[in-house]
């Protein structure tokens, strides 16, 4: 069955619904104002009569599938709603793929790497590139965790402690130093699998999941930049879920009683989505003296 089989089956159990579309120039007032977008059942006795007053000159139009699909789900959230709740699906996509027009956001500091971390963090949060991906030892990605700050402390604690390192931990507290640059601030914490140490020479694997639990170090300026441009919160718009499903989960979590309609889990593939998890492993082979 294809999307628009699904899209008539789907509009043939919506009630009529109606779009209120307000005059918003210099003389619209608030009361015309406060129902501008909305959408109400041909048969809501609540709904607004136009004229709302002498020399109205607000009007109807047919809500479309997607105004109506939203008009039947009760806004019943199960936790603090985002801002995107009361607003028209198609507007709340537009912003969406807003998002995509930003600029990667600068890391704290620049430094002389090998690999092109604003470009691997474009990646993760616009989703590109394989998932999982791997990164060879001779890798311009994997010779840059080597030669990395993280890489220097997780030596030390091992020639401090003798224990097998299993991986590094990101702190908020570690980037007033001044030594966390792109590679922390890229990956975060990570896990050590498969150590081995042979002749002063060690192997193992460096593995990654990139998600909002570590996207959460986007750059205070390009969060205020999506706010202002969007209206929403980053937290709004992402969570931890696998890549291609945010921002449907988004959805589904704050309507969950859009799940009950026929086909709409088709429709909901079709929505943009962005920041989710990306799973790296990094082949690592460096010298390990003191």
């Known amino acids: 069955m294809d999307l628009n089989e ?7 159990i919506i009630p009529k619904y109606l779009y209120f579309i307000a005059e918003k120039d210099g003389n619209c007032c608030e009361q015309c104002r406060r129902f501008d977008g909305k959408v109400f059942c041909e048969d809501d006795k609540m709904k607004p009569k136009l004229p709302l007053h002498p020399n109205c000159r607000c009007s109807w139009r047919p809500a479309t599938m997607q105004e109506s699909l939203l008009a039947l789900v009760p806004v019943k959230l199960t936790s603090a709603p985002p801002a995107f709740v009361n607003e028209r699906v198609e507007e709340v996509i537009k912003k969406i793929k807003y998002v995509y027009n930003f600029k990667v956001p600068k890391p704290p500091r620049v430094t002389d790497n090998k690999a092109n971390w604003l470009q691997m963090t474009w990646m993760w949060f616009f989703e590109q590139g394989e998932n999982p991906i791997y990164f060879g030892s001779d890798s311009p990605e994997s010779q840059d965790i080597a030669n990395s700050y993280s890489m220097k402390e997780v030596k030390k604690q091992f020639f401090e402690t003798g224990k097998i390192p299993t991986g590094w931990k990101f702190e908020g507290h570690k980037t007033v130093t001044g030594n966390l640059a792109e590679v922390e601030w890229f990956i975060g914490s990570y896990d050590i699998r498969n150590f081995k140490l042979k002749d ?3 192997t193992f694997t460096v593995f990654n999941t990139s998600g909002w639990h570590s996207g959460t170090r986007l750059p205070p300026t390009w969060i205020k930049a999506i706010k202002e441009k969007t209206s929403y919160e980053i937290q709004d718009l992402v969570s931890d879920a696998p890549r291609g ?13 859009i799940l009950q309609i026929p086909g709409l889990q088709h429709i909901l593939k079709q929505l943009p989505s962005f920041g989710g998890n990306w799973d790296q492993y990094y082949e690592i082979r460096m010298e390990w003296k003191k």
């Not at 699904?6 to 043939?12: C, G, H, L, N, Q």
């Not at 499903?245 to 009683?257: D, G, L, M, R, S």
Request: no cysteine.
């Open 6 to 12: 699904i899209t008539k089956r789907i509009s043939a």
């Open 200 to 202: 002063g020479i060690a």
């Open 245 to 257: 499903e945010v921002i449907k989960n988004k959805i589904e979590k704050y309507f969950p009683a």
